[in-house]
């Protein structure tokens, strides 16, 4: 198991951390970020987070139909997705949330380096209870276990505000069925499909009715 992977869920990455410089292309641009080893994907875009970004809905695409409101990023790591949303919705307030205050201090510089001040940067445990959501989009942490994930889920999915759509992509050889026959079960109050699958990775779409 590589430096990049050992310790991703970690609340605390053991060794020092040293960023490292990339480009990635985000909100349809490349941009200059940093990542660090003992988070999640730290040479770049890992491929189910390329596959969510590209089969997001284009934004304003349903904007009138949508409610407004928070996004949130569920296991942000260095913040790919969190600021691929801040970028395309520089209106909406974006919550990156992960356990690992190394991901966390990631982000919270990424953000700094673009410019953006909409993104928050938290800990679970830190995101305001009343707090609902809009949209959730997360490459959740499959690899934590099954238990441990649902308990992510029951924490989160739970909070989408009326209409609100959760996006999470998952590999298919990881679970990806089984884990959206489990939503679909676990929450009626959500409408469960596939809305897309790319290069053996699914992306799951719950909406709340």
């Known amino acids: 198991m590589?430096?990049?992977?050992?310790h991703y869920f970690s609340e605390s990455p053991a060794g020092e951390m040293r960023t490292r410089e990339i480009?990635?292309?985000?909100?349809?641009?490349?941009?200059?970020l940093v990542t660090a080893g003992g988070v999640f994907s730290p040479e770049g875009l890992d491929r189910g987070t390329e596959v969510l970004l590209r089969k997001l809905p284009d934004p304003g695409a349903f904007d009138d139909l949508a409610p407004a409101g928070p996004i949130l990023d569920i296991g942000c790591g260095w913040g790919p997705i969190a600021l691929s949303a801040a970028l395309s919705h520089p209106d909406r307030e974006v919550w990156a949330v992960d356990v690992n205050e190394r991901s966390r201090a990631l982000?919270?510089?990424?953000?700094?380096?673009?410019?953006?001040?909409?993104?928050?940067?938290?800990a679970p445990d830190e995101v305001p209870e009343r707090l609902g959501?809009?949209?959730i989009r997360s490459n959740p942490p499959i690899r934590v276990?099954?238990?441990?994930?649902?308990?992510?889920l029951r924490r989160w999915l739970p909070r989408l505000l009326p209409e609100g759509t959760a996006y999470l992509v998952v590999a298919k050889h990881l679970g990806a069925d089984s884990l959206q026959r489990w939503i679909a079960a676990e929450?009626?109050?959500?409408?469960?499909?596939?809305?897309a699958r790319d290069?053996?990775?699914?992306?799951?779409?719950?909406?709340?009715?």
């Open 23 to 32: 480009e990635a292309v985000l909100a349809g641009a490349p941009r200059a």
């Open 145 to 152: 276990g099954k238990e441990v994930l649902r308990g992510i």
């Open 199 to 209: 290069r053996g990775f699914h992306v799951i779409r719950a909406v709340r009715d």
């Open 107 to 122: 982000s919270a510089e990424n953000a700094r380096r673009l410019g953006l001040g909409n993104v928050r940067v938290a």
């Open 133 to 135: 959501f809009a949209e």
């Open 2 to 6: 590589s430096e990049g992977t050992q």
């Open 187 to 195: 929450f009626p109050e959500l409408s469960v499909d596939r809305a």
